[in-house]
Structures are given as structure tokens and as C-alpha cells.
């Protein structure tokens, strides 16, 4: 069995398949399916339904599946190993609804139509998520007093110092991010940005406010077809083109949004809470 050939990254929510397994999930030689990452579970995967011989499949969501060198089968956070493990096998499982047709049996035809309407608000979520973690670096440079890296537009890296966790859902998403002792002994002055949110949170919306005028090219940009193959989201902001090693899905425009917000939560002042929210 071959990875799964994957068109998300193109923007595709059909395809026409062959089934090639059916248990726990089936799977495809070929999916438009986004799959949920069972290493960092940030986006959701797709919906939609599969269709053959007149029959329709519900599929409730897509998640990663992974055959090892013996050719045992395991689906989502079953899978023991990372992404991309040498000696694995890398699949699309498509997650259905009841029991699995006989008209969706192993060599079988199907068309694969994934949910456009959520895929298209959960790759808002996405691309704000990443506009809005940029601009917070960007809020928060003048915090630092160590070099601690630097985020895709050369921005001092507080985004991949701090981050604890990421969500995203239809048109927004929540990150959390550590304030603790780590932070300070890396060189951020976290008593400074406690004692001024407001001012931060100001800045963060007033740069997504130019960027989302800015209307620019939004995309994804692939190193091969599978489900395997390394992706990055790219977007040509005045200040550079930001290239970030991402899996999800994006929009292909910042036309696609009216307005990108966020919200600062400090009340634990050891974790700070980012809540980013999309109007299309």
C-alpha cells in the first residue's frame, strides 16, 4: 500500500477514489480529506460523505492512519510514532457513520465530497491563527532582553517560546501560552506585558486590521503529493513573506476576511490566553 495522495493543500474538496482498505476507518488511494494530526491535533479533520452506487457515507471526520513494517493498521492517537517515521506507511482514515456499506468494499469507486461550508470556516480559523501569533511577536518584541529566535518575519520568537497548547475551530482559534519562570530565565519581561495588555492587545488588532486590507495572496506550498510530503503555509505581508511549516488547510486570500480580533486573557498571570476571531 502507497501513502495517500492528498489535493486539500490545492484547495480541493472532491475526488473521485478507490477504496483501498475498510475497517476501523476506510481509506483511500486518494482523498480531499484534511485529516486531524494525531501529534498536534490543532485543526480538526474534515467531514463530508463518501458516495458509491448510490449509496451516501457520512463521514464524521478524517484523521491519520499508519500501517508499520508488519503491516499492522493504527488510526489516530494509536498511532505510537510521529509523522513521517521511516518504515511507516502514511494514510488518510476516513471516520463513517454506522456500519461501512457493502457498496464501500475494498477496490470499490467512490467519490470523496468533503464539507466546503466548514472546511472553508476552519481554514479562516487557521490562517488567523497564524496572522494573529505574528502579530503578537510583533506586539512583544520590545520585551525581550535575550534574542530567544526568531518567527517567520524575523520578529523575536515568542510564539515557539511560549506556546502551550493551540485550537482551532470554524472562523477562530485559542492559544494558550506559558508565563512562568522559563519564560523569564529565556529574557522576557513578563511583569512588563502583565502591566500593560491593553496596549498589546491594541497593537495586535491595529496590524491585523492592515493586514487584512492589504488583501494579499494567502497559499499552501507543498514538497510532494502524500499525506506525508511537508507542507508550509506562505502569505506576502508587507514586512515579508511569511513561510510557516504547517499542516492544515488556509484561504487563499486575505480578501476572505472582514475582520480579523483578538482577546488577551492574563487572569492566571502564569498563562496567557490568545482568542482570535474571524468575521468572513
Known amino acids: 500500500m502507497s501513502a495517500t495522495v492528498v489535493t486539500f493543500p490545492q484547495g480541493a474538496v472532491t475526488a473521485e477514489a478507490t477504496v483501498v482498505q475498510v475497517g476501523d476507518v ?36 478524517a484523521v491519520m492512519a499508519a500501517l508499520d513494517a508488519d503491516g499492522a493498521l493504527f488510526v489516530g492517537e494509536d498511532i505510537p ?5 521511516e518504515g511507516w506507511t502514511w494514510l488518510v482514515g476516513h471516520r463513517v457513520e454506522g456500519p461501512v456499506p457493502a457498496a464501500i468494499a475494498a477496490g470499490a469507486s467512490v467519490s470523496a465530497e ?10 479562516r480559523g487557521h490562517t488567523a491563527c497564524h496572522l494573529a501569533s505574528l502579530a503578537l511577536d510583533l506586539a512583544l518584541a520590545d520585551l525581550w532582553r535575550k534574542d530567544p529566535g526568531t518567527d517567520a518575519l524575523g520578529t523575536p520568537d515568542f510564539e515557539s517560546r511560549a506556546s502551550q497548547s493551540s485550537s482551532i475551530h470554524p472562523d477562530g482559534s485559542v492559544d494558550g501560552y506559558r508565563l512562568g519562570k522559563s519564560l523569564r530565565k529565556a529574557g522576557f ?19 491585523l486590521a492592515a493586514w487584512v486590507a492589504s488583501r494579499v495572496a494567502s497559499r499552501i506550498v507543498v514538497d510532494g503529493p502524500t499525506i506525508v510530503d511537508r507542507r508550509r503555509w506562505e502569505c506576502d505581508l508587507a514586512e515579508g513573506t511569511a513561510s510557516i511549516p504547517c499542516g492544515g488547510t488556509h484561504v487563499r486570500s486575505l480578501s476572505e476576511f472582514a475582520s480579523i480580533t483578538v482577546t488577551l486573557d492574563v487572569s492566571d498571570p502564569q498563562l496567557l490566553i490568545m482568542t482570535t476571531t474571524v468575521v468572513p
Open 26 to 61: 476506510v481509506i483511500l488511494d486518494a482523498t480531499p480529506f484534511h485529516p486531524v494530526d494525531h501529534t498536534w491535533p490543532d485543526q480538526p479533520g474534515d467531514s463530508g460523505v463518501l458516495r458509491a452506487d448510490g449509496v451516501v457515507v457520512p463521514v464524521v471526520e
Open 81 to 85: 510514532v510521529k509523522r513521517g517515521t
Open 114 to 123: 468533503v464539507d466546503a461550508a466548514r472546511r472553508a470556516a476552519l481554514s
Open 189 to 207: 519581561d513578563t511583569e512588563g506585558f502583565l502591566a500593560s495588555v491593553a496596549d498589546r492587545r491594541d497593537r495586535i488588532n491595529a496590524q
